[in-house]
């Protein structure tokens, strides 16, 4: 059977003009056409688990091209966190802040290491997620040409597993044309509260298990297999990213959050291999002050625990592997930085 395509295209928080016209553009351009579905659904940052929106979702067996309002790396995570996964789909649109003429495989979001990363040993459906960031372009023409050219190219047959009955006519396809184009859903009358919660990005996730003991929230959990997850996504603190400036492989995804690195974007930033601050006067990783985003998530973390009327922890509580790490280090680093720098062969 010939593959199908789902656009899913998620609308922004606000209701502004420019926003909805090029969400309506996109719909009204694509819907009709053959081998595609379109669904309109609210935000998907802040659409509750069980929600129709996600359940209608979590049904469906085809390639998903989603339009959202986020960083591509923070809706596919999302997506994810709600059993909406599939392999990661290559598109030609930048996201929010770069360049189109990024080459893609010039994104970084991948960490290159010998570190088991989660999403190494999680089966994976064999079906594409392509992420588009609406932010990028101020006119929906390049995003519907980029969902064509997505389309144009997936010629790998599939075997159907069922319909998502509100994109359907009548959730019956075994006598319909598998290319049809079919009714949409209405659109939304109104959008969800919106939500503050972290998600995992589980290319990058080695699960340490430091967010889980930094944060004091319940935020965090771990299923069956012992993995980290989000399991009380409604337990953490609104506008609180602190557990994100904690994680040693930067896999804290905070959508909603103003700074770029933890809201997502492709640049999550990460140790260099050979730190030449040191070089120059840095202090030790030992010494008051070196660890500049530990101390600001553990001040978050006090006014957080403030607010809710418990008791300040400082750093006493849920840093003990960086305190530990950080006692372990040999104060004279100078000469095995120089060494590495020999090595580079400059």
């Keep these: 059977m010939p593959k199908r395509f789902t656009i899913v295209v998620s609308q922004a928080q606000s209701q502004n003009p420019k926003k909805r016209a090029i969400e309506e553009a996109i719909v009204g351009s694509l819907l009709g056409e053959r081998g595609v579905d379109v669904a309109i659904v609210p935000h998907l940052y802040d659409l509750k688990a069980d929600s129709p929106e996600l359940v209608g979702l979590q049904s469906l067996a085809s390639d998903l091209i989603v339009c959202a309002w986020l960083y591509p790396r923070a809706a596919r995570w999302t997506l994810d966190r709600n059993g909406i996964r599939g392999k990661e789909g290559q598109t030609l649109i930048a996201a929010y802040g770069e360049s189109d003429e990024d080459e893609p495989e010039d994104d970084d979001t991948t960490p290159e290491d010998d570190k088991q990363r989660v999403l190494e040993s999680r089966p994976t459906p064999n079906r594409s997620v392509y992420c588009l960031d609406l932010r990028t372009h101020p006119s929906a023409e390049p995003y519907i040409e980029e969902v064509r050219r997505i389309v144009a190219e997936g010629t790998v047959s599939t075997v159907s597993l069922g319909d998502f009955g509100p994109l359907g006519n009548d959730g019956d396809q075994s006598t319909a044309d598998p290319l049809a184009a079919r009714t949409p859903p209405p659109a939304p009358t109104e959008q969800p ?154």
């Excluded at 771990?222 to 990213?241: F, H, M, S, W, Y």
């Excluded at 930033?269 to 601050?277: E, F, N, Q, R, V």
């Excluded at 000469?335 to 580079?344: K, N, R, S, T």
Aim: aromatic letters at 6%.
């Design 193 to 346: 509260a919106r939500r503050w919660y972290p998600v995992i990005d589980y290319s990058r996730c080695t699960n340490c298990m430091e967010c889980i003991d930094f944060c004091l929230f319940g935020v965090y959990g771990l299923d069956t297999a012992e993995t980290i997850l989000v399991e009380q996504p409604d337990n953490c603190r609104k506008g609180c990213p602190a557990c994100s400036r904690v994680c040693p492989e930067n896999a804290i995804i905070f959508p909603q959050h103003k700074t770029p690195t933890i809201a997502g974007s492709p640049d999550v930033g990460g140790p260099m291999k050979i730190d030449l601050s040191k070089l120059f006067g840095a202090p030790d990783p030992g010494a008051p002050g070196a660890d500049k985003a530990v101390d600001v998530a553990v001040r978050e973390r006090d006014e957080q625990l403030l607010l809710a009327g418990r008791d300040l922890v400082g750093d006493t509580v849920g840093l003990p592997r960086r305190q530990s790490q950080a006692k372990s280090e040999s104060h004279d680093e100078l000469d095995g930085l120089i060494d590495q720098l020999d090595a580079v062969d400059l």
